[in-house]
T-cell receptor, first 114, second 113 residues
Framework: GAVVSQHPSRVICKSGTSVKIECRSLDFQATTMFWYRQFPKQSLMLMATSNEGSKATYEQGVEKDKFLINHASLTLSTLTVTSAHPEDSSFYIC??????????FGSGTRLTVV | SQKIEQNSEALNIQEGKTATLTCNYTNYSPAYLQWYRQDPGRGPVFLLLIRENEKEKRKERLKVTFDTTLKQSLFHITASQPADSATYLCALDGSGGYQKVTFGTGTKLQVIP
């Protein structure tokens, strides 16, 4: 089946530094990938839609300069949290769809900013 | 405004019984509805997709119904097992056939041995 690999699974960084999260589709090509964040006991909130070869589409209220998305190839999208602050601590998850039936999610990245 | 509502209370059920989870939505006209399972600290795992012209769909011990008049989907797990304990999320597609989906808050299911 379709596999989406996300790395790293956990990261702790200092306030003010940047963190890059990678999302790879291992056995299929994904022209579109999605980035979500999830706070404890809450649902997934879509942050942005990553489009291969073009600019990402951000949801309302998501700062595009803070959450940089690059989708340089059909199998890789990256999310960079720039100048991270403790309030950016969250669970970040990417997803992609291989076909018309459902989405495949990465295993998520737990970001802790100290 | 658009809303997707799932019972926020945890559902506790005895092993072997049928678990039924509810997903209600307002101000949506989804072409399809999806159900996912999420374990703590993990990404969601796709379970089933049901389209607007389908009333029911089954996969092994899972059954999903979709009533576009009531704007409701029911998710059933028959012969539930402790391994079914997880949070279950429903998700609806956006308007205009766009790929974006929106998730409900999920219902935590606990199957008691």
């Amino acid at each position: 089946g379709a596999v989406v690999s996300q790395h790293p699974s956990r990261v702790i960084c200092k306030s003010g530094t940047s963190v890059k999260i990678e999302c790879r589709s291992l056995d299929f090509q994904a022209t579109t990938m999605f980035w979500y964040r999830q706070f404890p006991k809450q649902s997934l909130m879509l942050m942005a839609t990553s489009n291969e070869g073009s600019k990402a589409t951000y949801e309302q209220g998501v700062e595009k300069d803070k959450f940089l998305i690059n989708h340089a190839s059909l199998t890789l999208s990256t999310l960079t949290v720039t100048s991270a602050h403790p309030e950016d601590s969250s669970f970040y998850i990417c997803s992609a769809s291989r076909d018309s039936d459902g989405y495949t999610f990465g295993s998520g990245t737990r970001l802790t900013v100290v | 405004s658009q809303k997707i509502e799932q019972n926020s209370e945890a559902l506790n059920i005895q092993e072997g019984k049928t678990a039924t989870l509810t997903c209600n939505y307002t101000n949506y006209s989804p072409a399809y509805l999806q159900w996912y399972r999420q374990d703590p600290g993990r990404g969601p795992v796709f379970l089933l997709l049901i389209r607007e012209n389908e009333k029911e769909k089954r996969k092994e011990r899972l059954k999903v119904t979709f009533d576009t008049t009531l704007k409701q989907s029911l998710f059933h797990i028959t012969a539930s097992q402790p391994a079914d304990s997880a949070t279950y999320l429903c998700a609806l597609d956006g308007s205009g056939g766009y790929q974006k989906v929106t998730f409900g808050t999920g219902t935590k299911l606990q199957v008691i041995p």
